[in-house]
């Protein structure tokens, strides 16, 4: 058994012991994340429920609609149904919360995950296990503590913005997307730990801080190890670590 097997196996004790289907792959991902979508948590639970079984089902009609992939194509046709996926959920709100900021870091988060745990409960299809090697990194906080762990990567991550005294201050949709563009390798040292409030949250990204990232990772890891495999390995050992550092039992 090799350590993506030890950590799949790991990870499906972790997360579930129920049914292994793409609902349930749905569910879990929404789980995983609802905490960080501000004004979810005052949406009517039936609105709620509607929601997430809208966005259920344009992942499970995406996923059926992905062509079948050509050797020649296949990332490039992989990424940009990706983007299309990704999109569709942040133009999908709760009825009557529009208001509620569906940001591409979040349909990112909901998109990765279900797919991982997929991978995860081995019920990918052929077809979709064919992009196995395409497979999106689901971005945390957890995966961004690591690129910067790891000085050889050299992975860039959005920086967040500084007010007139150089201070790091509150995004601003409106003002800060070029941010965006700034973008510095391995801050920290790892004796100092994941300084996560130099960067932007991975939950306020737009599209070009996420494909700045996962196309820098794709990069890092190419001749090496799939990007899927690398985050089955890496993301437990990486929790472990921010957990015994903040003294902490879990780190979204």
Known sequence: MTKVDINKSFLLDFYVSHERDIGTAIRMAYRDFQRVVE??????????K??????????????????????????????CWHYK????????????????NITYGIAQKWLNMTIKNMVIYDICDNKLMSYYDCFHVP??????????????MQIKLPLRPKDENGKTRKYNKDE?????????????ES????????????SEWNY????????????????????????????????DIISKMQNISYVE
């Open 39 to 48: 004004g979810m948590g005052a949406v009517n639970e039936d609105v709620k």
């Open 50 to 79: 509607k929601y997430k079984e809208d966005i259920s089902k344009i992942i499970k009609c995406k996923i059926t609609q992905l062509p079948a992939p050509d050797a020649n194509t296949k990332k490039t046709v992989f990424d």
């Open 85 to 100: 996926t990704c999109d569709d959920i942040v133009g999908t709100h709760p009825d009557g919360y529009e208001s509620i």
């Open 139 to 152: 971005v945390d906080k957890i995966i961004m503590a690591a690129v910067t762990d790891d000085k050889n």
């Open 176 to 188: 800060d997307v070029s941010y965006f563009d700034k973008c510095e390798s391995y801050l920290t």
């Open 191 to 202: 004796k100092k730990g994941f300084r996560e409030s130099k960067y932007y949250p991975w």
């Open 208 to 239: 070009h801080a996420y494909k700045n990232f996962q196309d820098s990772l794709y990069i890092a890891l190419s001749g090496k190890q799939y990007p899927i495999d690398w985050e089955l390995e890496t993301w437990p050992k990486m929790r």
